[in-house]
């Protein structure tokens, strides 16, 4: 079992940053093959596929709504991974969730976090 921990979200102006933050515990990452990813859930809307990432990294996929503006990362020593958000926009407000799952393709049917509220004002 891995259990996911996101964290890093806040409060930020309009074209401001945050990074997130997603911490695995249980079980290692070297013990799982597992790609990591994010997802958000604004109010009234349904989740949505943010950014994802293969397990050592040399894949990533993202939104068409972040792209240029969002990095995913990772570093599997530490067993996290990060969500770097940049010129955010009020439209980013959500509720953003880590998810671990066996490939990007099937990432939402793996593990996820409790989530963490990004709020952007305008």
């Known amino acids: 079992q891995v259990q996911l921990r996101d964290s890093g979200g806040g409060l930020v102006q309009t074209g401001g940053s945050l990074r997130l933050s997603c911490a695995a515990s249980?079980?290692?990452?070297?013990?799982?093959?597992?790609?990591l990813g994010w997802f958000r859930q604004a109010p009234g809307k349904e989740r949505e596929f943010v950014a994802a990432?293969?397990?050592?990294?040399?894949?990533?996929d993202y939104a068409d709504s972040v792209k240029g503006r969002f990095t995913i990362s990772r570093d599997n020593a530490k067993n996290t991974g990060y969500l770097q958000m940049n010129s955010l926009k009020p439209e980013d407000t959500a509720v953003y969730y880590c998810?671990?799952?066996?490939?990007?393709?099937?990432?939402?049917?793996?593990?996820w976090g409790q989530g963490t509220q990004v709020t952007v004002s305008s």
């Open positions: 998810v671990a799952g066996s490939t990007i393709a099937t990432i939402s049917q793996g593990y």
């Open positions: 249980g079980r290692s990452f070297n013990n799982y093959v597992l790609a």
């Open positions: 990432i293969s397990w050592r990294g040399g894949r990533t």
